[in-house]
């Protein structure tokens, strides 16, 4: 499988099956490189929290929650009709 790594400042890591690694950076399309959540969704969907909002990866890039934009989220549940919660 696939797992994730956020850093304080340094943006998201993902580690896949064949022990490569991949960096994702604001470059990248993240809101921000301080990662404070990571959610997997129940379609395989990582959701990203960060200082300054959310973003979700399609597989190819990073989508952002325009709504958030600028607004720290620490964390990030989801309930078990699939609805995000964020705090």
């Known amino acids: 499988g696939t797992l994730w790594f ?6 998201l ?5 064949d022990e490569t690694f ?4 604001e470059e990248d399309g993240l809101p921000n490189n ?3 959540y990571i959610v997997i969704d129940k379609r395989n ?3 990203i929290a960060t ?6 990866f ?3 890039k990073f989508n952002p929650v325009n709504e958030l ?15 995000l919660w964020l705090a």
């Open 6 to 11: 956020g850093t304080e400042g340094k943006g």
């Open 13 to 17: 890591v993902r580690l896949l099956a």
């Open 22 to 25: 991949d960096d994702f950076t």
């Open 34 to 36: 301080i990662i404070n």
């Open 45 to 47: 969907i990582p959701w």
């Open 51 to 56: 200082n300054q909002g959310v973003a979700w």
């Open 58 to 60: 399609d597989g190819k």
């Open 69 to 83: 934009n600028g607004i720290v989220v620490n964390k990030i549940l989801i309930d078990k009709y699939d609805c």
